[in-house]
């Protein structure tokens, strides 16, 4: 009943900019927290940023400074502004939510679909 979608995944140049956004659906009481995920090819899954349903922020070291997480409630949509690549941010990308659902009792996560995201040298 509930489903993340992303958006804005593409091949982009070392030192450009890409856009990443993720909407949830479906028969949802609240969102938690939100946050995206990224995977390099015989690399663990790591955190990229999370934000809280307040608007309070975390990013991984790797790419403080570089990249902006922020939500729009309204729409139970998360965002993910990235500035500055590097070939090193070549990864999937995956948007996460901690969801209660209408008529449970408790939260689940959730994960989006995937999105690539390849920076060129």
């Known amino acids: 009943q509930v489903q993340l979608v992303e958006s804005g995944g593409g091949l982009v140049q070392a030192g450009g900019s890409l856009r990443l956004s993720c909407a949830a659906s479906?028969?949802?009481?609240?969102?938690?927290?939100m946050g995206w995920y990224r995977q390099a090819p015989g690399k663990q899954r790591e955190l990229v940023a999370a934000?809280?349903?307040?608007?309070?922020?975390n990013y991984a070291d790797s790419v403080k400074g570089r990249f902006t997480i922020s939500r729009d409630n309204g729409k139970n949509t998360v965002y993910l502004q990235m500035n500055s690549l590097n070939p090193d941010d070549t990864a999937v990308y995956y948007c996460?939510?901690?969801?209660?659902?209408?008529?449970?009792?408790?939260?689940?996560?959730?994960w989006g679909q995937g999105t690539q995201v390849t920076v060129s040298s």
């Open positions: 996460n939510a901690d969801i209660r659902r209408r008529g449970f009792f408790i939260d689940n996560t959730y």
């Open positions: 934000i809280s349903s307040g608007g309070t922020t």
């Open positions: 479906g028969s949802i009481l609240r969102i938690n927290a």
